[in-house]
């Protein structure tokens, strides 16, 4: 394990009150969760520099954060005050043809396809508004290389909160065929305030800023080396436990660190499955709760067999004060969750998060999906099920190594467990993901898988009725 100080963020917001200083990429991100910086940042307009470099390592098409609070964080999600000037920097990290456009602003890179080469667009943003930048090169931004700018930062309780919700079809490509290597994962503990529903925030505890933490992905023999740092402005200590490791708290004892601290250890990888992780650092099931897992899935040899379209999804309780349904910002209530009473129910971190157009599930007919289904819980086991489908395939307990059982209605999934499920698209319309211990829907539990495609009445025929509950 080593430990390094980073640069403190109270001199960041020791400049950032001076006025009119041009704020660095490292101090670009005036946390949401420090209403202080928040206040530095809306007295003077300041210039917010980021830096995007495409690709980077990951093998993916993404945006990779360069510098400061976003460094390392896939397709980061840029944040700055109305009055603010944005520079956005690309820098080209794979050497295909890319560039960064958010249209609103009408502002474009050049197309750069060498490796190093950079280009910049700076403009400035005047409403406040969630835009998106992303790759116009065709085929990109559906690929995945897209995220958002923020104008306008919560800064009291009746703030909007930041976007947790990690988007469904954010799955790294394929390991595949390939000889054992070591793969170094990053992740940041970051503590921000984000939207549980539509009016509700509540204080995130994260990986890399979303719910569930990225996915990560490997195979079987790989050296897994864990980089996590803790962000400077975080409250709490933080760690983590790879349940796909083998060896003391799966890394937890390796990894405690307090803010500012950065912990590195390492893993192999010696099974194949798809293993959640999660912080580790008591109260554990207040900082699970708080949103603080995800998973890795450790390919067998020689890979997957490949499918159509992959998602990521997890589910959790979250434990208020206030009763589900309460606008503004809500508490963490600890008695509530030793009794295992949660206000909420969640998939990737939000009540209902996975509703809306742009992080439901989609697919067409005729494509075969594969979900990467876990709990993070801290306490409910899930009666995952989707509605109007039979899973083909489930990999019960996300045990790679066993064969499926097939034609499964409902699957049981543990805190701290998974499973790994396919099933192939016969007919379009919208397929409910659930708990089908279902007084948890009415509690934000719930997802849209929206399905493409040409009906076909040999397989479903009728007329649609109004107030069905699916
Ligand atoms: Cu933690
Ligand atoms: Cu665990």
């Given at each position: 394990?080593?430990?390094?100080?980073?640069?403190?963020?109270?001199?960041?917001?020791?400049?950032?009150?001076?006025?009119?200083?041009?704020?660095?990429?490292?101090?670009?991100?005036?946390?949401?969760?420090?209403?202080?910086?928040?206040?530095?940042?809306?007295?003077?307009?300041?210039?917010?520099?980021?830096?995007?470099?495409?690709?980077?390592?990951?093998?993916?098409?993404?945006?990779?954060?360069?510098?400061?609070?976003?460094?390392?964080?896939?397709?980061?999600?840029?944040?700055?005050?109305?009055?603010?000037?944005?520079?956005?920097?690309?820098?080209?990290?794979?050497?295909?043809?890319?560039?960064?456009?958010?249209?609103?602003?009408?502002?474009?890179?050049?197309?750069?396809?060498?490796?190093?080469?950079?280009?910049?667009?700076?403009?400035?943003?005047?409403?406040?508004?969630?835009?998106?930048?992303?790759?116009?090169?065709?085929?990109?931004?559906?690929?995945?290389?897209?995220?958002?700018?923020?104008?306008?930062?919560?800064?009291?309780?009746?703030?909007?909160?930041?976007?947790?919700?990690?988007?469904?079809?954010?799955?790294?490509?394929?390991?595949?065929?390939?000889?054992?290597?070591?793969?170094?994962?990053?992740?940041?503990?970051?503590?921000?305030?984000?939207?549980?529903?539509?009016?509700?925030?509540?204080?995130?505890?994260?990986?890399?800023?979303?719910?569930?933490?990225?996915?990560?992905?490997?195979?079987?023999?790989?050296?897994?080396?864990?980089?996590?740092?803790?962000?400077?402005?975080?409250?709490?200590?933080?760690?983590?436990?790879?349940?796909?490791?083998?060896?003391?708290?799966?890394?937890?004892?390796?990894?405690?660190?307090?803010?500012?601290?950065?912990?590195?250890?390492?893993?192999?990888?010696?099974a194949p499955g798809l293993?959640?992780?999660?912080?580790?650092?008591?109260?554990?099931?207040?900082?699970?709760?708080?949103?603080?897992?995800?998973?890795?899935?450790?390919?067998p040899?020689?890979?997957?067999?490949?499918?159509?379209?992959?998602?990521?999804?997890?589910?959790?309780?979250?434990?208020?004060?206030?009763?589900?349904?309460?606008?503004?910002?809500?508490?963490?209530?600890?008695?509530?969750?030793?009794?295992?009473?949660?206000?909420?129910?969640?998939?990737?971190?939000?009540?209902?998060?996975?509703?809306?157009?742009?992080?439901?599930?989609?697919?067409?007919?005729?494509?075969?999906?594969?979900?990467?289904?876990?709990?993070?819980?801290?306490?409910?086991?899930?009666?995952?099920?989707?509605?109007?489908?039979?899973?083909?395939?489930v990999y019960d307990q996300a045990s790679l190594t066993s064969a499926p059982l097939?034609?499964?209605?409902?699957?049981?999934?543990?805190?701290?467990g998974a499973t790994m499920?396919?099933?192939?698209?016969?007919?379009?319309?919208?397929?409910?993901?659930?708990?089908?211990?279902?007084?948890?829907?009415?509690?934000?539990?719930?997802?849209?898988?929206?399905?493409?495609?040409?009906?076909?009445?040999?397989?479903?025929?009728?007329?649609?009725?109004?107030?069905?509950?699916?």
């Amino acid at each position: 394990m080593t430990r390094n100080t980073r640069f403190p963020l109270a001199l960041a917001l020791v400049l950032a009150a001076a006025m009119f200083v041009t704020l660095t990429t490292g101090f670009a991100l005036a946390k949401t969760s420090d209403p202080a910086a928040n206040a530095g940042a809306a007295a003077a307009a300041a210039t917010l520099e980021y830096t995007l470099l495409t690709g980077g390592d990951t093998g993916q098409l993404v945006f990779v954060g360069v510098g400061g609070d976003i460094d390392g964080v896939i397709n980061p999600t840029l944040t700055a005050n109305p009055g603010d000037v944005v520079k956005i920097t690309m820098i080209n990290g794979d050497g295909m043809l890319h560039d960064v456009v958010i249209d609103e602003f009408d502002v474009r890179t050049e197309q750069i396809a060498d490796v190093d080469a950079q280009d910049s667009i700076t403009f400035t943003v005047d409403e406040v508004g969630e835009y998106v930048y992303y790759c116009s090169v065709p085929g990109h931004r559906q690929a995945g290389m897209w995220g958002k700018l923020i104008v306008g930062t919560p800064t009291g309780d009746s703030a909007t909160g930041a976007d947790i919700v990690r988007n469904p079809a954010d799955v790294p490509a394929p390991v595949g065929d390939r000889e054992p290597q070591t793969v170094r994962v990053d992740l940041v503990a970051e503590e921000v305030i984000g939207q549980l529903a539509d009016g509700t925030t509540m204080t995130y505890f994260t990986f890399n800023g979303q719910v569930p933490g990225p996915m990560l992905r490997v195979r079987v023999g790989d050296t897994v080396e864990v980089h996590l740092s803790n962000e400077t402005s975080s409250q709490f200590p933080h760690s983590i436990d790879f349940h796909a490791a083998t060896g003391p708290g799966g890394g937890a004892v390796y990894s405690n660190i307090n803010p500012g601290e950065t912990a590195v250890f390492s893993f192999k990888t010696l099974a194949p499955g798809l293993f959640v992780y999660h912080c580790a650092t008591p109260s554990v099931a207040h900082h699970i709760a708080s949103g603080m897992y995800g998973m890795i899935l450790v390919e067998p040899e020689g890979g997957l067999d490949p499918v159509d379209r992959e998602f990521y999804v997890m589910q959790g309780e979250i434990y208020t004060e206030e009763p589900y349904g309460t606008q503004g910002f809500v508490h963490f209530d600890h008695d509530k969750m030793l009794a295992e009473a949660p206000e909420y129910f969640v998939f990737n971190g939000a009540a209902a998060g996975l509703t809306a157009d742009d992080t439901a599930l989609h697919a067409a007919v005729g494509e075969t999906v594969r979900i990467f289904f876990g709990v993070g819980g801290p306490n409910f086991t899930s009666s995952f099920h989707v509605i109007g489908e039979i899973m083909d395939r489930v990999y019960d307990q996300a045990s790679l190594t066993s064969a499926p059982l097939t034609d499964v209605q409902t699957t049981l999934v543990p805190p701290g467990g998974a499973t790994m499920v396919e099933f192939s698209l016969d007919v379009p319309g919208r397929f409910i993901l659930v708990d089908h211990a279902l007084s948890r829907l009415e509690r934000g539990l719930v997802g849209y898988l929206m399905v493409d495609g040409d009906p076909d009445p040999a397989i479903f025929d009728g007329e649609l009725t109004e107030g069905s509950g699916h």
